[in-house]
């Protein structure tokens, strides 16, 4: 590939990662202010139901023709919306009634050290020093978001209810990131579509046992607004941008990306929520943001290197 198609394609795949990880930073403001408006999984029925109307009719030609594709793959798309959008998104607004938006973003960071681990482990494609590196800061910027900055409680580190279900949505996506090496072989748009429509389908029967428990609340004004704007910007912009992303430099350099959302999560949540920061989040913020310069600029060296050995 010529030098300046890559450099091209890697500002591409750069600009829309931001993108994403900016409109993925505000859905934790978005899923603090969820709490009271509307109950989690009405508002992800809700959001992937607007993604499905408003892109489906945009979309319908290019989902007509790769169709036999998609039919032939439903399984696989079933299993990807329900884990990386239906059932991540439920976990994620559950926990934002268990802890702060600020919490939700900075632990957020802990994405790309389980995308590395999982291609590791998975497909045993080594990792760098450097990326080796930044999951460990990204490791030791979660310990301080547990400890709140107090050393004395390593002993007993612990995490709220609200923090566990963060990691643990973390986990599905990572999961989901890399199943994204297997998608099926048609455009980012249809391949989309497929995805939000399993998605939306799979949210059904986890909003049937949240109507069965007693937990669902039907959408405020302010609840439908809210689903609106989720749907529009962490759902349908955001998604596309970041599959589109993974085309262009692979998973493993995409996910390096994610550390941007807790700085934008915590930015807006400290100007649209009025949370207070406090020293603690800052140490945090800084281990976990600081991986993303340490992975990259091991591709950047891997790229170069393999640019002079393609000259000589």
Request: charged share 10%; hydrophobic share 55%; aromatic share 10%.
């Amino acid at each position: 590939m010529k030098k300046s198609v890559l450099g091209t394609r890697t500002a591409t795949a750069y600009g829309l990662l931001v993108l994403t990880t900016f409109f993925w930073g505000a859905n934790a403001v978005f899923a603090k202010l969820a709490v009271g408006e509307i109950s989690p999984m009405a508002l992800v029925s809700l959001r992937w139901l607007g993604v499905v109307l408003v892109l489906g009719p945009i979309a319908i030609r290019s989902v007509v023709r790769e169709w036999p594709v998609l039919r032939a793959r439903w399984p696989y798309l079933m299993a990807m919306g329900a884990m990386g959008l239906a059932v991540f998104n439920g976990i994620f607004y559950w926990a934002a009634h268990h802890t702060s938006a600020i919490n939700i973003g900075i632990l957020q960071g802990v994405m790309p050290m389980f995308i590395l681990l999982g291609t590791f482990g998975l497909y045993r494609i080594r990792f760098s020093l450097h990326q080796a590196l930044g999951v460990g800061l990204t490791i030791v910027g979660v310990v301080v978001v547990g400890i709140e900055g107090d050393l004395n409680q390593l002993r007993t580190i612990s995490f709220n209810w609200g923090d566990l279900l963060v990691l643990l949505a973390c986990a599905l996506y990572a999961a989901y990131t890399i199943g994204l090496r297997h998608r099926p072989e048609t455009g980012a748009v249809s391949l989309f579509v497929g995805l939000a429509s399993a998605a939306f389908l799979m949210s059904l029967p986890m909003l049937l046992i949240e109507v069965r428990l007693g937990w669902a609340q039907p959408p405020t004004a302010v609840g439908w607004a809210i689903a609106g704007l989720v749907a529009i910007f962490p759902s349908l912009l955001a998604q596309l941008f970041f599959i589109r992303g993974v085309q262009l430099i692979g998973p493993a350099r995409a996910g390096i990306f994610l550390n941007l959302v807790p700085l934008f999560a915590v930015t807006l949540a400290f100007f649209i929520l009025d949370e207070q920061l406090q020293t603690h989040h800052f140490i945090a913020l800084i281990f976990v943001v600081a991986g993303i310069g340490l992975a990259e600029r091991s591709s950047m060296l891997g790229r170069s290197n393999g640019t002079e050995q393609a000259r000589k």
